[in-house]
């Protein structure tokens, strides 16, 4: 039984919408009851970071596609819309139900994110549920293979129905953090590969050295032209080095996953998850 349907089954209060049109809308799509827990974006940046708009962009878009419920953002950095009193300011509407659910706001478990989290949901004042980061998932490699696409690097999604004349040999997918983030994305990446039928490759954007080997590697393979698809939400340090990262290794570059729908499908599926996993236990 898939998370979704667990919780529709653990969860009577909660009732389906009727579904509308549009690629991006999908099983995890649910109406919620008024009362029902929070779904929080825990962003691991300032509020006034240049990125961190996008976690409240993501988060009316979980409103309006996904629960018909307002979702809110917590900041692990900084005093402002910080994380920790956000948590203290609500409550808990049914004993049986915790007051929020924090989702890490990232592509890739990152352990000290997961432990900032895990850290606000144990020492608020009200139940709260920790649930798992956005990725890895095959959503993930749906959003990079768009914004490739709207980069004019690779040829778009068949269901957007377009047509790309140009497109790179090969792609690189450049992750945040260090090397056990690089093995998180793989999963990631052979998605990639399977939708762009074109070697991926793997390397944090913050190793140069890593870069021209993994470029290395694609052009060794036979592929003419390199491009990087940035395995980023928008608000990570990394962002900064994209372009020089891509010049340094002569390839071009897509734009991080931004506001993309397929955040929000994922905000939605995590915290589905995460309720469903703590009813069912």
């Known amino acids: 039984m898939s998370p979704e349907s667990q919780a529709s089954e653990a969860l009577p209060s909660r009732r389906r919408r009727t579904p509308r049109g549009g690629r991006h809308r999908g099983d995890e799509s649910f109406l919620l009851p008024p009362g029902s827990p929070a779904l929080v974006l825990a962003v691991p940046a300032p509020a006034r970071h240049p990125g961190a708009g996008i976690a409240a962009e993501i988060a009316r878009l979980v409103e309006l596609e996904h629960t018909g419920q307002p979702a809110l953002v917590g900041h692990l950095d900084g005093e402002e819309a910080a994380l920790g009193p956000l948590l203290a300011g609500l ?4 004993p049986d139900e915790p007051a929020a659910v924090v989702v890490p706001f990232s592509t890739v478990p990152d352990p000290a994110v997961d432990a900032a989290v895990r850290h606000h949901a144990a020492n608020a004042p009200v139940p709260v549920l920790a649930a798992e980061p956005l990725g890895p998932h095959p959503l993930i490699a749906e959003a ?6 709207d980069a004019g690097l690779a040829r778009a999604d068949r269901i957007r129905m377009m047509t790309m004349v140009t497109e790179a040999g090969g792609v690189l997918v450049g992750t945040p953090g260090d090397h056990a983030a690089v093995r998180q994305a793989e999963v990631t990446s052979v998605l990639l590969a399977s939708r762009l039928a074109s070697p991926v490759f793997t390397a944090p954007l913050a190793d140069e050295g890593a870069l021209r080997a993994a470029a290395g590697q694609l052009r060794a393979s036979g592929v003419s032209t390199v491009a990087i698809a940035p395995h980023l939400i928008g608000h990570e340090p990394e962002v900064g080095r994209l372009a020089a990262a891509a010049a340094a290794i002569g390839a071009g570059h897509s734009a991080p996953l931004g506001p993309h729908p397929a955040l929000a ?4 599926l995590r915290y589905v998850e995460a309720l469903a996993g703590a009813l069912a236990g």
Not at 91 to 94: A, G, K, L, V
Not at 144 to 149: E, G, I, N, Q, V
Not at 265 to 268: S, T
């Open 265 to 268: 499908r994922l905000a939605a």
């Open 144 to 149: 990079l293979h768009d914004r490739l696409a």
């Open 91 to 94: 409550r808990q509407h049914r």
